[in-house]
């Protein structure tokens, strides 16, 4: 074993969105910090895969304009250009569109709903009541689900539009999610700045958006980045904190465990004051995430970069060849995907061919975290970035916040957690 224990030094354990954001403000405060992460890549539930000798995702993302931190950790590392951004616009052929113009927030919604297409006047009127009500009304009860909360909604408009939104924001289906955290999503979106509701896609894989610059500037700054690094116990001490790897042991200041919610309860279970966290973690349950590649022929592109699907299993299909310069090269996703059926990838196809003809399919891709995120569900107790011990602090998507399992929770959640251990040393 080897002593390295330094002053004020930090260990971040956990190199997705949440532990690059922590680790990177920590650094930036001239803190000596080392980041662990157990894979070779950076980016946890966000991060690159490669196929085909072509740069994927473990899963296709989109990112929103009220995503300010995340947007501002990346403008900062100077790869903002790696974000597309586009006017709020959902397009489901041929059964649904709608487009906010560039109005005052939240005057472009509803001219978007007013002018939807695939509603009669009755829906659209009826649509921008709710949302007028929603953004600007009391917050839903604790205990409400979306699928309440949507309930005096005509049937057409929770098919085509609120359910769908619920099960791509909350990763959770309308039934058990959580009608306070939606309610967060809508007005966070369209209850600020017009460009609060605009969609921003990557033009470039997800580690190359953030976590890979954020660790040459950790690097740059003095600090360490361990790949492949996986701790696999705490030794806390009233002065320090020991992580053990498979090969070495090192000391600490401080620790922000950066992991994802469904690793936590082993790391912490043997720290006598986190015995209560580790026992509230086992109350998660968690949402799968489903995304397939299809390579079709380079000439095929899509009318629009996204469009929404109808009918299952997938919502949402994304031309990589308009964001990544990947030409021909089709994303299908589906949230909410705990339950797919086996043929899922044809169903998905067919869910397009209602409004395109892609042609003959080069090759496919399947790429499935069964535990993208955690159910997103009314009274879960989310844990605060502080613990009870006061050398260990969280940093996650899953920690207390008002949104739900996002880029933008992992991103706040890191950047917070780096904060409080500032205002302790």
Not at 350 to 367: E, T
């Amino acid at each position: 074993m080897k002593s390295g224990f330094v002053k004020s030094s930090v260990a971040v354990i956990g190199g997705g969105w949440a532990g690059c954001a922590s680790a990177l403000t920590l650094a930036e405060a001239g803190i000596p910090v080392t980041l662990y992460e157990a894979s070779r890549t950076l980016g946890g539930r966000a991060r690159a895969v490669e196929w085909e000798g072509q740069k994927l995702d473990n899963g296709q993302h989109i990112l929103l304009g009220a995503y300010q931190q995340t947007v501002q950790l990346i403008q900062r590392l100077g790869s903002i250009k790696g974000l597309w951004r586009l006017p709020l616009s959902l397009n489901q052929p041929p059964d649904f569109s709608l487009t906010c113009p560039r109005l005052p927030a939240p005057l472009h919604l509803l001219m978007g709903l007013l002018g939807a297409k695939g509603l009669d006047w009755h829906e659209k009127m009826t649509a921008a009541r709710w949302a007028h009500t929603l953004l600007n009304g009391s917050f839903a009860t604790e205990h409400a689900t979306v699928d309440q909360l949507t309930r005096t909604q005509p049937e057409k408009l929770n098919r085509l539009l609120w359910h769908p939104l619920c099960i791509s924001a909350l990763n959770t289906p309308p039934e058990i999610a959580s009608a306070r955290v939606f309610q967060n999503v809508i007005r966070g979106a369209f209850g600020g700045r017009n460009l609060h509701s605009d969609l921003l896609l990557p033009r470039c894989d997800l580690t190359a958006l953030f976590p890979a610059p954020a660790a040459a500037r950790i690097v740059e700054l003095g600090g360490s980045v361990r790949l492949s690094s996986r701790v696999t116990a705490l030794g806390p001490t009233p002065d320090r904190i020991t992580l053990r790897t498979c090969n070495d042991a090192d000391s600490y200041s401080h620790v922000i465990l950066a992991v994802a919610p469904q690793h936590l309860a082993d790391l912490i279970f043997p720290v006598a004051e986190l015995n209560q966290l580790a026992i509230g973690m086992a109350d998660y349950r968690y949402q799968a995430i489903a995304t397939v590649y299809i390579q079709y022929d380079p000439a095929f592109k899509l009318h629009k970069p996204l469009l929404a699907l109808a009918g299952g299993p997938a919502q949402f299909v994304f031309d990589r060849g308009q964001s990544h310069g990947q030409a021909g090269l089709l994303a299908f996703v589906a949230s909410a995907a705990t339950h797919l059926p086996t043929d899922w990838m044809d169903q998905a196809e067919a869910q397009l061919r209602r409004s395109a003809r892609p042609g003959k399919a080069h090759w496919r891709k399947s790429i499935i975290e069964k535990q993208a995120t955690y159910a997103c569900i009314p009274h879960l107790a989310r844990p605060a970035t502080r613990t009870q011990h006061p050398r260990i602090f969280l940093a996650g998507d899953y920690t207390d916040g008002a949104y739900p399992a996002t880029l933008e929770s992992a991103t706040l959640s890191g950047v917070q957690s780096a904060n409080f251990l500032l205002e302790q040393l």
